[in-house]
């Protein structure tokens, strides 16, 4: 049975030529570390990408290191995190560091943070903005905070939305970008970090960032020199998306607003992500993260889209779905008067 994976926010799209042949040709120097001068270089690209200075930007293996970088050389005492969020996945790694973990409702999280004090990096909100596992968007600008803040921006080029600004300020915030999404280098694990000056002077010292291959150097180096492939990826997934989104809809089906890559959809079925893994489609459960009956499904390509519909339609018409959407979850929840993050 073919199996159809959208379960891990992966492009569906391989990366194009130019930037497979960069990693290739790199391949037959593998005897060799990574070049510094190759590394310098790219950092200069993904800095112009990002919209920050060289002396600001890191490059890093992906955005679920952000921990093990930060806590030790900031000296964090405590992370805040919405929930849910991306960061209930890696929870270890906050057991790891032996630093505290505090978690607010995901559309209490703006208000709380903006109500909380903090001297230094002691204490730090980390985000991820859009927000995974749901797919919306907690801010357009920064919180109105004394909190240093880390935001997650993996789904920058679906949402447009960034705090680059505030970096080049240099303002207390810390922004993530990987290139495993829009970028199709999901296998090569790169991404970058981007911090104030200072900041970023400390987190050089860490040696995760030294982690990084060189074949990942060169096929970025060769998608930031002409990155219209991802352009053209971008507007492919949010088409298809919006399709998606409409079919579900017709079917009665909860789909939340989503500004990423991903849908997340309330289908009232317990143990649906079994029974679609059991006609070969395989999607994100967030049965034990959000709410029983919901998943979260990447956007494949057009064909594994329209196979995961029909297959889903077919489990509709078998399933007694009668109140399907009455349980809700207090985690989503919002205060009176804040508008709801799905909104």
């Given at each position: 049975m073919r199996r159809i994976?959208?379960?891990?926010?992966?492009?569906?799209?391989?990366?194009?030529?130019?930037?497979?042949?960069?990693?290739?040709?790199?391949?037959?120097?593998?005897?060799?570390?990574?070049?510094?001068?190759?590394?310098?270089?790219?950092?200069?690209?993904?800095?112009?990408?990002?919209?920050?200075?060289?002396?600001?930007?890191?490059?890093?293996?992906?955005?679920?290191t952000v921990v093990d970088i930060t806590a030790r050389p900031l000296r964090i005492q405590e992370y805040i995190i919405p929930d849910p969020s991306f960061y209930d996945i890696i929870i270890g790694t906050f057991e790891w560091n032996n630093v505290s973990l505090q978690k607010i409702p995901l559309n209490n999280y703006v208000s709380r943070l903006s109500k909380h004090t903090s001297n230094g990096w002691s204490t730090v909100g980390l985000v991820d903005n859009p927000n995974n596992p749901l797919g919306c968007i907690l801010f357009k600008e920064k919180p109105n905070t004394s909190t240093p803040?880390?935001?997650?921006?993996?789904?920058?080029?679906?949402?447009?939305?960034?705090?680059?600004?505030?970096?080049?300020?240099?303002?207390?915030?810390?922004?993530?970008?990987?290139?495993?999404?829009?970028?199709?280098?999901?296998?090569?694990?790169?991404?970058?970090?981007?911090?104030?000056?200072?900041?970023?002077?400390?987190?050089?010292?860490?040696?995760?960032i030294f982690r990084i291959t060189s074949p990942s150097l060169k096929a970025l180096k060769a998608a930031l020199t002409d990155p219209s492939y991802v352009r053209r990826n971008v507007a492919e997934t949010v088409k298809e998306k919006e399709r998606i989104a409409s079919t579900l809809a017709r079917l009665g089906l909860k789909v939340y607003n989503s500004y990423t890559n991903f849908l997340t959809i309330d289908t009232g079925i317990p143990g649906i992500t079994g029974i679609l893994a059991g006609r070969g489609i395989i999607v994100k459960s967030l049965e034990n993260w959000v709410k029983q009956g919901m998943i979260r499904v990447t956007i494949g390509s057009r064909e594994e889209n329209t196979v995961f519909l029909e297959e889903l339609e077919k489990v509709l018409s078998q399933a007694s779905v009668k109140d399907k959407f009455e349980a809700g979850d207090d985690r989503l929840r919002p205060e009176p008067d804040e508008e709801p993050c799905e909104a």
């Open positions: 994976l959208l379960n891990q926010n992966e492009s569906p799209y391989p990366p194009p030529s130019h930037v497979l042949e960069a990693a290739r040709q790199e391949l037959s120097r593998a005897n060799r570390y990574p070049d510094p001068a190759l590394k310098e270089e790219v950092t200069q690209l993904a800095a112009e990408y990002i919209g920050v200075d060289p002396e600001q930007t890191i490059l890093i293996p992906g955005a679920d803040i880390i935001v997650d921006e993996a789904y920058y080029e679906y949402s447009n939305i960034t705090m680059a600004h505030h970096v080049r300020r240099e303002e207390d915030v810390i922004i993530l970008r990987t290139f495993s999404k829009a970028f199709s280098l999901a296998s090569l694990r790169i991404g970058a970090l981007a911090a104030p000056t200072h900041i970023a002077e400390k987190l050089r010292r860490d040696p995760l």
